[in-house]
């Protein structure tokens, strides 16, 4: 997993010739979608990009969708790195949600938003640690791979969430997909009026990827993390316990995505949802497999993952497309990487 | 409850069965082979769109079955290339197929959505449905409920009691020895993915054709293939018990309906999500079953040990690693 082939000057053309190729696959595949459901492909991708970078506004959605993915991405560097396939990230940024959903509707008659604010962001952290650690204790107690603790518990989030927006949380009237009520405007995560970008969330953003590259390279924690990825049978030797780290690990994760969730409840949407996720915590693997688990290139990468999902939202309403594509790009992007990924290797063990 | 419902409840649990019948079949002789075909539930999706659209537009069902089952080999073909060739993790490339087909699925599949298109006629099989009871809740169904009734037999013949069979679980297990014995293991987990994906494809298909007719978003089918990912360790890569985890949640999907006639309060969303608690509780169960303490505790209580033996299965030892040819 993380098998990083050294670069020196004179082998940097076949990895330009590599990218060149993938970025030729990824553009072929897709074209072929688009003409076997008989859309013009390349108005596709020019709304695509029209949709995305084709104005502040635009710009403006593209980071909020940014911030949410940056910090999963994040999280999932601290499980990669031990080699767990967090998969409940998902499931993680709703708990968050629902914690920080929790705490809000407690302050909407408060004097004090601000305190009530911090304080959910604390509960959304919780929140998503908490369900991280179950996967992680149904991993190293429960032997369950966690792969299936963290998808059980995707869904099982899921469900809490319905539950709440149709039973106890509903909106007074009707309960319905859209939601519970909007919280009041003190209570929204302070915002720049004419971007509607909250700088809150983007620090956030930012101090999450500034906090795990530092804590990943410098720190006792990131180095174990790393030794019991590469060898975990030599960790043990060595003294360090893997299931102890493998929790810490899920619980940087789950805080990290509870995060998210807590900004997606009072920086974007001001209530809950049923898909308050947006799918980034399965986007997020994408984003960290495809910058092959690198700190610095995975906020690159989800910011154009999130061009890609913010830009497709366009299709349905002006070539009558589904959304879907945004995720087929993605995919097929992520599989090409792996490919050259294996071509490189059977080029390396060649003579 | 009279006898004719007992009957047509297990009639029902029978019939619906026949997706993930299919499904978790398939993923054991794929896993048996020593590779894991994640995309399990992206896959169903994809094929079962390719069914709906290919049986509506050519009115042909057949082909529509036809079409699916290519399209689940070429997906666990694309996984199979990717561990046995490109040395990738079959886990990783897996999970990106998972959420890459069901998105194409929904992309190709979203013109066609809420459509009324054909459906799997049912067919009593003669002289058998004539049997009192079991013909009732065996034989009036239609081709492809018979077809995966089969399946179970003749995977777990073909498995144990071929040579063929005896080859592709020695790969599964020590993918190195069989080498050095003249087997190809590379041909052979190539070939066993690529039958695995077919039957998860004609999975799909009978999703779109049979159980749930017709294509939309969703569809219904999410989180089957995960489902049936679970029942393959809870069968202990067993066909006969994995078929009967696959009866089994069967059953509780049937009497889930029951249940939500008791609590109308609850929104159905919630029932939706109830397999999966469960899935990991048994997970669970069959990893603390398969523990050294609970086998001691359990020595001299004749029926515990026979049921703790049921529940317990190894994984072949390659399973999920790529191997190397020197």
């Known amino acids: 997993m993380m098998r990083n082939s050294k670069t020196s000057s004179g082998t940097v053309f076949p990895y330009v010739i590599d990218i060149l190729v993938m970025l030729l696959v990824v553009f072929a595949f897709t074209t072929l979608v688009l003409f076997l459901v008989g859309a013009p492909p390349f108005a596709a991708y020019y709304h695509i990009f029209k949709g995305s970078l084709g104005s502040w506004v635009k710009f403006s959605h593209v980071i909020k969708a940014w911030i949410p993915l940056t910090l999963c991405s994040c999280g999932l560097l601290y499980t990669f790195r031990i080699g767990l396939w ?17 705490v809000l509707r407690l302050g909407t008659q408060s004097s004090l938003p601000t305190g009530f604010l911090v304080m959910a962001f604390c509960a959304g952290i919780i929140g998503g640690g908490i369900w991280a650690l179950m996967a992680g204790y149904l991993k190293t107690r429960g032997g369950v791979h966690e792969i299936f603790a963290g998808l059980g518990l995707n869904f099982v989030a899921q469900g809490i969430i319905l539950w709440l927006i149709f039973g106890p949380w509903k909106r007074a009237g009707i309960a319905s997909m859209s939601g519970t009520e909007v919280f009041p405007t003190q209570l929204w995560l302070p ?7 909250s700088p809150a969330g983007l620090c956030l953003a930012l101090a999450a990827i500034v906090i795990t590259a530092l804590m990943l390279k410098y720190t006792r924690i990131g180095l174990f993390l790393k030794a019991i990825g590469n060898n975990q049978n030599a960790a043990y030797l060595f003294g360090v316990k893997p299931g102890r780290y493998m929790l810490l690990a899920m619980i940087f994760a789950g805080g990290f995505a509870g995060l998210a969730g807590s900004i997606q409840v009072s920086g974007v949407y001001h209530r809950l949802l049923p898909s308050i996720s947006s799918n980034y915590g399965y986007l997020a693997l994408l984003v960290v497999m495809l910058s ?5 290139i995975a906020p690159a990468v989800a910011f154009f993952f999130a061009c890609l999902n913010v830009g497709s939202i366009q299709l349905p309403m002006v070539l009558q497309l589904d959304s879907a594509l945004s995720g087929v790009i993605q995919g ?20 | 409850m009279n006898e004719s419902g007992v009957i047509i409840l297990l009639a029902s649990v029978i019939a619906g069965a026949t997706p993930i019948l299919l499904a978790t079949l398939g993923e054991t002789i ?3 082979a020593g590779l894991i075909n994640l995309s399990l539930d992206g896959s169903i999706l994809l094929s079962a769109m390719t069914a709906f659209v290919i049986a509506y537009s050519t009115d042909n069902i057949l082909l529509g079955f036809v079409c699916a089952s290519m399209v689940g080999a070429l997906i666990a073909g694309i996984i199979a290339f990717f561990s046995v060739y490109l040395h990738q993790s079959q886990v990783a490339v897996g999970f990106v197929l998972t959420l890459m087909t069901r998105d194409l699925a929904y992309f190709i599949g979203s013109a066609y959505s809420r459509l009324q298109g054909p459906q799997v006629p049912p067919l009593a099989l003669p002289f058998l449905q004539d049997i009192p009871f079991f013909g009732m809740i065996f034989f009036h169904h239609n081709l492809p409920v018979y077809f995966s009734l089969c399946m179970i037999f003749g995977i777990w013949w073909f498995i144990y009691r071929t040579p063929q069979g005896l080859r592709l679980r020695s790969v599964g297990e020590n993918p190195r020895a069989s080498f050095a014995r003249g087997i190809n293991p590379r041909k052979i987990q190539m070939f066993y993915a690529i039958c695995g994906g077919l039957l998860v494809g004609l999975a799909g298909a009978s999703f779109s054709l049979c159980i749930k007719p017709g294509w939309g978003q969703p569809q219904g089918a999410e989180g089957t293939g995960w489902i049936a990912l679970a ?3 809870f069968g202990g890569w067993h066909p006969v018990k994995a078929a009967v985890g696959a009866y089994l949640f069967s059953f509780l999907q049937v009497m889930s309906i029951y249940f939500q006639g008791w609590i109308p309060s609850m929104p159905a969303q919630v029932f939706q999500v109830a397999p999966f608690p469960l899935m990991i509780f048994t997970l669970v169960l069959i990893y603390l079953v398969q523990k050294e303490s609970v086998m001691k505790w359990a020595q001299d209580k004749p029926f515990v040990r026979s049921v703790l033996r049921a529940l317990s299965g190894a994984a072949p030892s390659a399973l999920g690693k790529s191997y190397r040819q020197d």
Do not use: C, F, S
């Open chain 1, 86 to 102: 967090n998969i409940g990230v998902e499931g993680q940024v709703m708990m968050g949600a629902v914690l920080t959903t929790y």
């Open chain 1, 191 to 197: 915002h720049i009026q004419t971007l509607r970008i």
């Open chain 1, 292 to 296: 092959n688990y690198n700190v610095w």
């Open chain 1, 332 to 351: 097929i992007l992520v599989l090409a990487t792996l490919a050259v990924q294996g071509l490189r290797m059977i080029r390396k063990d060649a003579p």
């Open chain 2, 30 to 32: 794929t896993e048996k």
């Open chain 2, 231 to 233: 029942l393959v360790i």
